[in-house]
């Protein structure tokens, strides 16, 4: 998936986002992945393995950012 990954990574060089700003990465089937950016279809990166990929890094057992994960999941942190 290096191919999606750094497809993923170009994206946001030049993408200025500010608080409020809603952003959406979902699969759509025979599609890929979607991003889009206040309503606004940014990119599509092509197959599953990368979206797959994707939430486990933040969803997974062992996410990037912990406190990420509990607010994407909507639980509170003891900090």
Known sequence: IK??????????????????DEIWIDYIPK????????GEVKAKILGKDFYNAFLRAWLGKYPMNPKIKHALLGKKTGS
């Open 31 to 38: 599609e890929g992945t979607r991003v889009s950016i206040n």
């Open 3 to 20: 191919h999606q990954i750094v497809a993923f990574h170009k994206l946001w060089r030049n993408m200025s986002i500010t608080k409020g």
